[in-house]
């Protein structure tokens, strides 16, 4: 190979990284900070007070990680893994869970990824961005736990919304 094709080469190649540079190399990720999320998760647990049901809850980040969990004194324990499964299926596809339960008995709730396709989780989303999502239980009926977890939504959302 002679000089003059080596350099095509190399020239070709950095002209491909330039090209390349013009896409970001990093991106922007909003989060809950934890004071906001443990707001949200207090007052879901207010909200059952006032309806007298005990119920643990649960909100997760957009990647399906717990930032909070808190289960009311009484609540029962199961309860708390499966706000975490409410909590986590909710983000994951981006909807309420109750818009889920006509998949429970799809194929992927038997993989055992966490995933529960019931009432009782909404997602956490406010000015075009998706942080996250809440996940209830407790209720004898997965609508009241869902019911619960907007309530603890609506105590931060109208600040969300002004970022």
Known sequence: MNKTWIGLIL????????????????????????DVATKIAQG????????????????VDRNGIPQVQLRDTVAPPVSYGISFKKAYTSVM????GSQLSSRSN??????????AFMAGSVPIRAGGKLYGAI??????????????A??????????LEMM
Request: aromatic content about 2%; glycine content about 8%; some cysteine.
């Open 93 to 96: 596809f981006n909807v309420k």
């Open 11 to 34: 020239l070709s190649m950095s002209m491909s990284q330039v090209a390349k540079a013009d896409e970001p190399m990093t991106v922007e990720v909003s989060r809950l900070s934890l």
């Open 150 to 159: 907007q309530k603890g939504l609506e105590v931060v959302l109208d600040d």
């Open 135 to 148: 996940g209830v239980s407790g209720a004898p009926d997965g609508m009241d736990d869902e019911a619960c």
């Open 106 to 115: 799809s194929p992927l709730q038997q993989l055992g990824e966490n995933l």
């Open 44 to 59: 879901s647990i207010a909200a059952c007070r006032l309806k007298g049901i005990p119920i643990s809850v649960t909100v």
